[in-house]
């Protein structure tokens, strides 16, 4: 079992940024492929991004490719959404997921949730 908490959300301005942290307890973060996606209001949730478990290979969403950047802290078991350059579309609820095996870009695909961290941008 993982319990995966974020953290970093906030209100920011127009090309601003945020970095959104995730910190997985119960087992260790690298031992999972990780996904983040986002829900803005009124829309299905979608992925975001992901980092597989070794060598650090990270995918993206069209949407923030060259924005965002996913990393990891092996030290402090937490995963980092890095968001750059930010966007009023940024705005949404934004969620870390793990799943073991394969990483894909499917929300069913992964079996432990976060509780979501709001990210607000105003134009």
């Known amino acids: 079992q993982v319990q995966l908490v974020e953290s970093g959300g906030g209100l920011v301005q127009t090309g601003g940024s945020l970095r959104l942290s995730c910190a997985a307890s119960?087992?260790?973060?690298?031992?999972?492929?990780v996904g983040w996606f986002r829900q803005a209001p009124g829309k299905e949730r979608a992925f975001v991004g992901s980092?597989?478990?070794?060598?650090?290979?990270?995918a993206y969403a069209d949407s923030v490719k060259g924005r965002f950047t996913i990393s990891r802290d092996n030290a402090k078991n937490t995963v980092l959404l890095q968001m750059n350059s930010l966007k009023a579309e940024d705005t949404a609820v934004y969620y870390c997921?793990?799943?073991?095996?394969?990483?894909?870009?499917?929300?069913?695909?992964?079996?432990?949730w976060g509780q979501g961290t709001q990210v607000t941008v105003s134009s």
């Open positions: 119960g087992r260790t973060v690298s031992d999972y492929a």
């Open positions: 997921a793990v799943k073991g095996g394969l990483v894909t870009r499917s929300l069913s695909g992964y079996d432990y």
């Open positions: 980092l597989i478990q070794t060598g650090g290979k990270t």
